[in-house]
């Protein structure tokens, strides 16, 4: 009989892109070799990726170092807003500054974000049917990574907000079945070497 098993979920943000964020760099390029070189020792079954270039990439450099692991473009994984709170839903201070980022936003990014959040939600988080454990890998954006983490501590809504993600770092969330879920690791750079490391944080986070 056919029962309910734990998902194991790895999210990664894509390695460092070019200015104009067309392809990566070659830090970039290394970034992701060295996570695919880590995952090596995860059971990983699949690795879903967003449909842009910088993520499409590292989803390939990646599961080149990984064997047989096959590779799903999903709309969900994209870059987008996942979801636009509301002034009263936001600290009072800082609500200004927040809602004027994210009008800066496109206005696609912010008017299609939170439906494809919600199919994000569905598709890659929660135990899964059967009677093994799943191990896969979504190679997606910052916002996305914040927007699942969040998720899983049951946080407000508005709280994927202030969440960072380095470039090729590491977050596995743990869904299992009559359990809360558990973020096992969060932003882990261990893979990287310093001088790798660095440039995966915003100029006044790397230390």
Not at 73 to 86: F, H, N, R, T
């Amino acid at each position: 009989m056919t029962g309910t098993a734990t998902r194991y979920l790895y999210l990664t943000r894509h390695g460092e892109a070019s200015p104009d964020e067309s392809e990566l760099t070659g830090i970039g390029r290394r970034q992701a070799v060295l996570l695919g070189e880590r995952l090596r020792r995860s059971p990983l079954t699949a690795i879903h990726h967003g449909p842009l270039p910088r993520a499409t990439r590292t989803a390939q450099l990646i599961r080149e170092q990984l064997d047989g692991v096959p590779l799903h473009v999903s709309e969900a994984a994209g870059d987008y807003i996942p979801y636009l709170p509301q002034r009263h839903e936001l600290p009072p201070e800082p609500a200004d500054a927040m809602l004027g980022r994210l009008a800066q936003f496109p206005a696609e990014e912010r008017e299609q974000g939170p439906e494809l959040a919600r199919s994000a939600l569905a598709r890659f988080t929660g135990p899964v049917a059967g009677d093994e454990p799943r191990h896969e890998l979504v190679v997606t954006h910052n916002f996305l990574v914040g927007w699942l983490v969040r998720a899983a501590l049951d946080a407000p809504k508005w709280r994927w907000m202030g969440l960072y993600h380095a470039n090729a770092a590491l977050t596995v969330i743990k869904y299992e079945p009559g359990r809360p879920a558990v973020v096992l690791l969060y932003n882990d750079t261990g893979h990287l070497p310093a001088e790798l490391r660095s440039t995966a944080f915003p100029p006044d986070l790397r230390i």
